[in-house]
């Protein structure tokens, strides 16, 4: 690398940063859980390495860094800005002897990401015209790619931009197109993404706005961190070489809309797009099932590929409260590090205009399934919402803001846009207004301490929700909280951390407008221990923890004198002040499982007591009373299979929910019950009935596995025999296979229930038990 590309000699004093090959290597490039395709990981420094005294050069001065991190195939760094004087040039160069650079602008920001270059070791200068104080930029951390943006990647049957299509009009509309399509490289917590973005046209171009998926940046962090790569294609077809044409813009983006709900965001560059960059078209109409578009991405972080197919119906995808389109492609393929790119139709000037971003797609979608689900978002739903920021609608009178980072200057206290929750415990906002088409309300609400809030909509707007955290990044959303669809109003119960959450409300038809009303209140619980809980050391026995409120349904299975199963129930295990749970512990008598007709278990006295003292969320103490015989244990929940659910609070219809851990009833027949827990693809149900001679009875189906449909469960059913309950040493029961059990749910919320016992067959509906609120919703 010849000198002359910089300023200064690099024998000028340099901040020298050195870090050995990370221990354990990280694997490569990854899908996250979001979609992303993850390239690369953060190493922060122990101690900050503040750039050493400026150099003066012709024009101003400049200042060396030299950082390496053993073993990258790239990196970025990360500079933090103290006292500047004002905007500074960074010049960067890598392995490749390619120089990078970027504008710095201390207005935007205390933090500036340096550009992508290839290998171990970054050099940098930069250049202020106005003398910097010692120690005023410093070196915080690296960003360590343990892929090059160049490798090879993409599938097989991908298809490069720079191949023919054959097909001239197909070879113009891409040629033209792809300069529109950029690849981005962004930080996330401590990990490096790529995604893939689009410039638009807008009335207010020359103004660089970006649209990309929610999912990939939806906070002015990773926006700031943001590196872009254009006309980022091969060399030739079938080289596997980049375009040496390619640019890099860095200098970051600012974060001007988003939305989880249409996994969209709108960016808007810091910098000018490159020379040849064109912009590409919108159309914001509803796109019809059937028709044909063209994909442009960079699938796997490749080098720029495009795909041909067809529009489909549309679908939820059981996260975000907005339909999105179905894409299906008979040519070439989309892949992870594809997110936020775009899906075109041909306009009548012979142009490809974005329709959709790309927000999802099935992980088994391959050359050779290519037809797995692919869902992008609708430009439709989207341009309403930001018409206003790209100057194609006017700012029209409203009641509240449009976005959370509207909020996070203002003052506290501002009537109707601060919710006093943590205040009031229940509060309410009435006589809200959805005032234009794609006009979304935010509030803000502030707690103390950690609490569980449920939020609720009310009136007869079909109206949507998100839950944002403090940076305005969306924790939760919901369209309708109720199955039976006679009302469209939006539930959210979620426990918070103490913190500022802002709340948005938007229409879930993008044009439509009208009135609503909003409740938040906070719920007097806390954790939540709905499991089956067991001790590890002592097979053969249980205890099914269903929580609801502050009250704990607790059945123990375990054995009676005589070595029978024998079940006993806490039914209204109450909250005490010292956090722990009591209540009365019974034994019933009731009708035998089998019988034709059910009758009420006759009224009993208790048998004892139980008490549960949670030590953590995963440890308890158990201590139960049985006619006089105490009994103490150390239980903690039982893992059978991954994941494990998390299990959280609901005060609305579980119809949605699809994790079936909790306790279930037929509520005509009083007396007997299931208990599920549900962990992965796998139900252990436990059912506590009665046998011939009215005693209780339990049987247990310990391996429950779904079929494809994740609504029906079958498993062989089991009859065990031990040791009575307070046997000490403990030994092993006996296990005889009695017949199989099968559950078969019509909704989250109702099932049948079919099982065999020496023959004898029983079916039964049920539905979830509730004896408390809020309820318990697990989710995997």
Not at 378 to 383: D, F, G, I, T, V
Not at 508 to 522: E, Q
Not at 736 to 763: C, H, I
Request: aromatic share 10%.
């Amino acid at each position: 690398m010849a000198a002359t590309v910089f300023r200064a000699p690099a024998m000028s004093p340099a901040a020298i940063v050195s870090l050995p090959a990370p221990a354990g290597k990280s694997a490569g490039a990854s899908t996250d859980s979001s979609g992303r395709l993850r390239v690369g990981f953060e190493r922060t420094l122990d101690k900050a390495v503040a750039v050493p005294a400026w150099r003066a050069v012709a024009g101003g001065f400049a200042a060396h860094i030299e950082a390496t991190s053993a073993e990258a195939q790239g990196l970025r760094v990360k500079l933090e800005l103290g006292t500047v004087p004002g905007p500074m040039e960074a010049r960067v160069a890598g392995a490749d002897g390619r120089v990078e650079t970027m504008n710095i602008d201390p207005l935007l920001g205390n933090v500036a990401w340096t550009p992508w270059t290839e290998g171990e070791t970054q050099t940098i200068e930069l250049f202020s015209p106005v003398a910097p104080a010692t120690g005023a930029i410093s070196v915080e951390s690296i960003v360590h790619f343990t892929d090059s943006p160049y490798a090879k990647a993409a599938a097989a049957c991908t298809l490069s931009t720079a191949c023919s299509a054959q097909d001239a009009t197909y070879d113009a509309l891409i040629t033209e197109r792809k300069k529109s399509v950029m690849r981005i490289l962004f930080q996330e917590g401590a990990s490096a993404f790529v995604c893939s973005a689009t410039l638009i046209d807008t009335p207010m171009r020359p103004a660089s706005f970006i649209l990309t998926a929610n999912h990939c940046i939806d906070n002015q962090q990773s926006a700031t961190s943001i590196s872009s790569l254009w006309f980022d294609e091969e060399s030739a077809c079938g080289s596997n070489l980049p375009s040496p044409n390619r640019v890099q813009v860095g200098g970051g983006m600012n974060l001007t809309f988003t939305n989880f709900n249409v996994d969209s965001t709108l960016l808007l560059m810091n910098s000018a797009p490159p020379s040849g960059a064109l912009y590409a078209p919108l159309n914001p109409a509803l796109l019809d099932p059937g028709q044909n578009v063209v994909s442009i991405s960079h699938p796997t972080g490749d080098l720029a590929r495009y795909a041909i197919g067809t529009s489909g119906d549309q679908i939820r995808d059981g996260v975000r409260a907005i339909d999105m389109y179905i894409v299906n492609f008979q040519r070439g393929l989309i892949q992870g590090g594809s997110s936020g790119s775009g899906i075109f139709t041909v306009n009548s000037g012979g142009h490809l205009e974005l329709r959709g971003l790309l927000s999802q797609a099935d992980t088994s979608l391959s050359c050779t399934n290519p037809t797995a689900l692919t869902l992008y978002t609708r430009l439709e739903a989207l341009y309403p919402e930001m018409a206003q920021y790209i100057g194609a609608a006017a700012v029209a009178p409203d009641d509240a803001p449009n976005r959370p980072q509207d909020l996070f200057l203002a003052p506290i206290g501002n009537a109707g846009l601060d919710v006093p929750l943590d205040t009031l415990g229940t509060a309410h906002l009435d006589n809200m207004h959805i005032d234009y088409g794609g006009d979304i309300d935010v509030f803000r609400f502030f707690l103390t301490a950690p609490k569980v809030v449920t939020i609720f909509s009310t009136g007869s707007m079909d109206t949507v929700a998100a839950l944002h955290n403090g940076s305005g990044v969306a924790l939760e959303a919901n369209d309708d909280a109720n199955f039976s669809r006679t009302d469209n109003n939006f539930g959210i119960t979620r426990r918070l951390d103490a913190g500022t959450y802002y709340l948005s409300v938007a229409a879930w038809d993008p044009a439509a407008t009208g009135t609503y009303g909003v409740t938040l209140r906070t719920e007097p619980v806390d954790q939540n221990f709905t499991d089956l809980w067991w001790n590890p050391d002592e097979s053969g026995w249980g205890i099914n923890i269903n929580h609801q409120g502050n009250t704990l349904f607790g059945t123990l299975f375990t054995y009676d004198a005589s070595h029978a199963p024998m079940w006993l129930v806490m039914s209204n295990g109450a909250k005490q002040a010292d956090g722990s749970y009591q209540g009365d512990l019974f034994r019933v008598q009731g009708t035998p499982f089998n019988a034709p007709t059910w009758a009420p278990p006759s009224a009993t006295s208790p048998v004892g007591t139980m008490k549960l003292a949670f030590t953590s969320n995963n440890t308890a103490t158990l201590t139960y009373s049985v006619n006089g015989t105490t009994v103490t244990k150390a239980i903690t929940r039982q893992s059978f299979a991954t994941p494990a659910p998390s299990c959280k609070w609901s005060a609305f219809d579980r119809s949605f929910s699809f994790n079936f851990q909790d306790l279930w009833w037929n509520p005509a027949e009083s007396g007997w019950g299931l208990n599920l827990a549900h962990q992965g693809n796998t139900l252990f149900g436990t059912l506590f009935v009665y046998g011939a001679d009215g005693q209780p009875e339990w049987f247990v189906m310990s391996n429950g596995k779904g079929d494809s449909s994740g609504g029906t469960f079958t498993g062989s059913l089991f009859r065990t025999t031990g040791p009575v309950f307070n046997a000490s040493p403990w030994t092993a029961p006996t296990v005889a296979e009695v017949g199989t059990m099968t559950l078969d749910f019509s909704t989250g919320n109702a099932g049948k229930l079919t099982y065999t016992v020496n023959g004898v067959q029983v079916v039964k509906t049920i539905t979830r038990q509730v004896f408390s609120s809020p309820a318990t919703d697990c989710d995997n």
